[in-house]
């Protein structure tokens, strides 16, 4: 009688075993499930992808069933008709503006060029400044961050004396020396001076990130699950990649998504001191700078793209809080 209890509590504890075994899921699929039920997170997702369909396919033509679509109704850098500059968007019509005009939905500015269509073609440069400086700050903060940490000793002293150097230094401030100082040069020239912001907040940007990490390694590298790790054999660069980097990622994912804004505006505010992407090429940071000077008389060519920059600011902040917690391997589902 012992003996078929004992079998059925085997057979039953098998059964639960089989049950909690099919139920595993890897690290990845737990956090796109978390993901995916932040509803603040898809929406920003929503956002940033919208943001990125306009800006690859703004100048795409579309030929079917007879129909000719463009995207971008015109072309952002051309004059379209001067007499009808400074039209106000379709909308205020129902405010009483008569300064109003169907063919520009959302007006035009003070040389007659269509918003609508600036805005689109704008939004390339402002998302490319904010991913690419992001991701070499990526690299070069998260590689001297865990370098600092994990090696420790004269190596920590003197990468992070280093980042204490250029941490001294005002972040805007030195992108706009650097900025200032190089751009007339033939580097100064690639790309419209595209290149030059790449490396100006790329230079100033991966500080802060790179302290991050090392604090995150200080804390981290004595546990011990770590200490296993250097146990059965495991090279320090394995460490560092299998064990450390991903313990380390929800603070990163943090700063980051908060650093690809922040460089969107870095960029605004060059563009709006002069000193950006060359004319004419459409961003939203020079937009703000050209509608500033007929704000009294309209103040939509100021509003329209700074409306712009904050949404798309307001999404990555959004994915960032969403990425953090589904990242996070002590969040539970």
């Not at 890897?26 to 603040?40: C, E, P």
């Not at 990649?241 to 505010?269: D, Q, Y």
Request: proline letters at 5%; glycine letters at 8%; one cysteine or more.
């Amino acid at each position: 009688m012992a003996t078929a209890v004992t079998t059925r509590q085997q057979q039953q504890r098998a059964a639960e075993l089989n049950v909690i075994a099919r139920k595993q899921r890897s690290l990845w699929k737990d956090a796109l499930t978390r993901l995916l039920r932040n509803k603040a997170a898809i929406a920003g997702m929503i956002v940033i992808l919208f943001a990125a369909f306009v800006a690859i396919f703004a100048e795409i033509r579309i030929d079917a069933i007879g129909l000719h679509f463009r995207l971008a109704p015109y072309d952002p850098v051309a004059d379209q008709n001067t007499p009808k500059a400074l039209m106000e968007p379709i909308w205020t019509q129902a405010f009483g503006s008569k300064y109003t005009d169907p063919a520009y939905i959302m007006g035009s500015d003070q040389l007659g060029r269509d918003i609508l269509s600036r805005l689109m073609f704008g939004s390339r440069i402002s998302l490319i400044v904010g991913f690419v400086p992001v991701a070499i700050v990526f690299v070069i903060g998260g590689t001297v961050g865990m370098l600092a940490g994990y090696v420790g000793g004269w190596v920590d002293n003197s990468l992070m004396r280093f980042t204490d150097i250029i941490y001294a230094f005002p972040d805007l401030l030195f992108v706009i020396i650097i900025v200032a100082t190089l751009r007339g040069t033939a580097f100064g020239d690639i790309l419209g001076g595209l290149l030059l912001i790449f490396v100006g907040i790329a230079i100033v940007g991966w500080v802060g990130l790179a302290r991050l990490v090392r604090g995150q390694v200080l804390s981290l590298k004595h546990r011990e699950f770590i200490e296993a790790a250097r146990c059965i054999g495991a090279t320090p660069t394995r460490i560092m990649l299998k064990h450390l980097f991903p313990n380390v990622l929800a603070p990163v994912i943090v700063s980051v998504a908060f650093a690809i804004p922040g460089a969107m505006l870095t960029e605004a505010t060059l563009s709006f001191l002069g000193v950006g992407i060359r004319p004419p090429t459409p961003t939203w940071g020079a937009m703000i700078n050209e509608g500033f000077v007929v704000f009294s008389s309209t103040p939509w060519p100021v509003l329209l793209p700074a409306l712009c920059i904050s949404i798309v600011l307001l999404a990555f902040t959004f994915v960032g809080d969403g990425l953090r917690d589904a990242l996070d391997p002590r969040m539970k589902l």
